[in-house]
T-cell receptor
Framework: DAGVIQSPRHEVTEMGQEVTLRCKPI?????LFWYRQTMMRGLELLIY????????DSGMPEDRFSAKMPNASFSTLKIQPSEPRDSAVYFC????????????FGPGTRLLVL | KNQVEQSPQSLIILEGKNCTLQCNYTVSPFSNLRWYKQDTGRGPVSLTIMTFSENTKSNGRYTATLDADTKQSSLHITASQLSDSASYIC????????????FGTGTQLKVEL
């Protein structure tokens, strides 16, 4: 298996623009997680899905952020409009089960909002 | 408030030496504790997962311990190698909270010749 796939790997955009990050989980995994990592705050869980259904989005910072999982093999995280403080590395992870199972992380998308 | 604190914040050791990283948590009720290794520019990779009943778990040269009474965990690295240079992140899960995880800010380890 290729592991968790994320695209793009790097994104540079201007404040106010829409940004869409994409993730393909490992085949057969029924949980998908979106994380954000910054130097100041470390890793933060934004939202997670189980069987394509959002379970907990309490980590989503504000209404500018939205996430979807239209099918078991694809998820998006959208920021609209983007702001400089959204600059971070965004990771997607998947697991074959709940809290007891290992989460496998993708390589991340490095986002810079100017 | 659930918290995970790691120490030291950063550490430099010589190749071949051993080291121990610490993790203290206040997450309750406790479900499991994980140690992740994150190389620069890469996603975190799981090293160990320990539940309440486990007090030690090894993965090659990495050995994690857990004391659920004192709410402390350690990650011991034996015979360090240059490739061990990375950030090591302690993550604690609360039971009954689904997949709610509390992350430590990590220990940055550098192994030098």
């Amino acid at each position: 298996d290729a592991g968790v796939i994320q695209s793009p790997r790097h994104e540079v955009t201007e404040m106010g623009q829409e940004v869409t990050l994409r993730c393909k989980p490992i085949s057969g995994h029924d949980y998908l997680f979106w994380y954000r990592q910054t130097m100041m705050r470390g890793l933060e869980l934004l939202i997670y899905f189980n069987n394509n259904v959002p379970i907990d989005d309490s980590g989503m910072p504000e209404d500018r952020f939205s996430a979807k999982m239209p099918n078991a093999s694809f998820s998006t995280l959208k920021i609209q409009p983007s702001e400089p403080r959204d600059s971070a590395v965004y990771f997607c992870a998947s697991s074959a089960g709940g809290a007891e199972e290992t989460q496998y992380f993708g390589p991340g998308t490095r986002l810079l909002v100017l | 408030k659930n918290q995970v604190e790691q120490s030291p914040q950063s550490l430099i050791i010589l190749e071949g030496k051993n080291c121990t990283l610490q993790c203290n948590y206040t997450v309750s009720p406790f479900s499991n504790l994980r140690w992740y290794k994150q190389d620069t520019g890469r996603g975190p990779v799981s090293l160990t997962i320990m539940t309440f009943s486990e007090n030690t778990k090894s993965n090659g040269r990495y050995t994690a311990t857990l004391d659920a009474d004192t709410k402390q965990s350690s990650l011991h690295i034996t015979a360090s190698q240059l490739s061990d240079s990375a950030s090591y992140i302690c993550v604690v899960s609360a039971s009954g909270g689904g997949n709610k995880l509390t992350f430590g800010t990590g220990t940055q380890l550098k192994v030098e010749l």
